[in-house]
């Protein structure tokens, strides 16, 4: 399928796991209405606060969030990327951040746990140490569907163009980006980041993020959007509120420019230079 329509929806998660999947359920059936065929939920959307209490509702992988994003997806006939949510780990008092693409038909055609972890102190701004909770994965996830192939990432990740580079090789013509992305970072890194990967890896991005306030000092910057391979902003949303963003996906634009500004096909594989 050359063309479809793509949504990303934008959160405002807290502590209470019923009541964010509730909102999940309205987001998503709002983006279906609007014909997305493709839905990418942000990272943590079923639980987002103090990590204890996050941790505290990890669920193993074939739990109840997962089925149901599996269940929403069959009922509304899309393609859902269900952002991210805590997996149990091995590890006791950690989980995995763990990302599901899921079918039409409901069912997981792939898992992502989330490589690169956000551990950042910036003085009077940021203080997060994520891998005191989170244990990070370690596979590159790219899965074909019905629809494109789809790369998987979530939030820090999108500091590690390496990662995305590895996708491309993957001949990935969609990424998501589920994320939590913070505001004191997001202000000045969010989109010059998304185009970046976006325009580096000729791809189109889906970056679906958390919004506002979730604890007192976790705030997050929202702006989700949709980016095709020149760069260009397809659908963006605001810093303020949940929503849904949706643009039409033009495989062919992508395979446009791959044709004009073959890129990735310009590639040098440069070694190190003795020392």
């Known amino acids: 399928m050359d063309k479809f329509v793509a949504a990303v929806v934008q959160m405002n998660s807290r502590e209470d796991k019923q009541a964010n999947l509730a909102d999940a359920e309205r987001l998503v059936e709002q983006a279906a209405a609007e014909g997305a065929q493709f839905v990418v939920l942000p990272e943590m959307f079923n639980c987002l606060g103090n990590f204890e209490a996050m941790i505290a509702q ?35 008092g950690k989980a995995y951040n763990t990302s599901l693409l899921i079918s039409p038909q409901g069912e997981l055609l792939a898992g992502y746990r989330k490589i690169h972890l956000f551990d950042v102190e910036i003085a009077d701004r940021v203080s997060i140490r994520e891998s005191r909770f989170i244990v990070g994965g370690s596979d590159i996830v790219c899965t074909p569907t019905p629809l494109a192939r789809v790369g998987q990432s979530i939030c820090y990740d999108l500091r590690f163009p390496e990662l995305y580079r590895r996708l491309a090789d993957e001949h990935a013509e969609l990424i998501a980006v589920p994320s939590a992305f913070t505001k004191a970072t997001g202000e000045l890194h969010w989109q010059v980041l998304l185009r970046s990967r976006a325009i580096e890896n000729e791809a189109f991005v889906l970056a679906a993020n958390q919004v506002g306030a979730h604890t007192p000092k976790l705030i997050s910057y929202g702006h989700s959007q949709i980016i095709d391979p ?35 096909a310009h590639r040098k594989h440069l070694e190190r230079g003795a020392d």
């Open 58 to 92: 990890a669920e193993p992988l074939d739990g109840p969030t997962r089925r149901f994003a599996c269940g929403l997806a069959r009922r509304l006939g899309v393609t859902l990327l269900a952002g991210s949510f805590c997996e149990q780990s091995e590890t006791p």
């Open 230 to 264: 020149w760069g260009l902003v397809l659908a963006e949303l605001d810093g303020a509120h949940s929503g849904v963003a949706v643009a039409e996906i033009d495989l062919e634009v992508m395979r446009s420019m791959r044709r004009q500004l073959p890129a990735l």
